[in-house]
C-alpha cells in the first residue's frame, strides 16, 4: 500500500511540475550544472520555473539553487 501511495504521489508532483522537470532536463543536457544561489537563499525570479522552499513561520517562498553555465 505504501509503494502504490509512493508512485501515486510521486506521479502527481511530476505532473505539476513537469514544465519544470522539462526545463531543467534540457538544461543539464546542453551543460548547466546545479549550483547554490550566489548571497544564499532568494525569492523567485519571476518568470522561471522552480520549485521552492516555504517558510512556515512567514509563507514567503524562497530557491536555493540554480542551474548555472
Same mark, same amino acid.
Given at each position: 500500500?505504501? !509503494?502504490?501511495? &509512493? #508512485?501515486?504521489? +510521486? ?14 532536463? $534540457? ?5 548547466? !550544472?546545479?549550483? &547554490? #544561489?550566489?548571497? +544564499? ?14 517558510? $512556515? ?13
Amino acid at each position: 500500500m505504501l !509503494t502504490v501511495m &509512493t #508512485i501515486i504521489i +510521486g506521479g502527481l508532483f511530476y505532473g505539476d511540475n513537469k514544465d519544470f522537470f522539462a526545463t531543467a532536463h $534540457e538544461q543539464t543536457q546542453a551543460g548547466y !550544472t546545479w549550483s &547554490t #544561489i550566489d548571497g +544564499g537563499c532568494r525569492a523567485p525570479t519571476s518568470g522561471t520555473f522552480y520549485i521552492p522552499a516555504i517558510n $512556515e513561520a512567514t509563507g514567503e517562498e524562497i530557491v536555493c539553487f540554480k542551474l548555472k553555465k
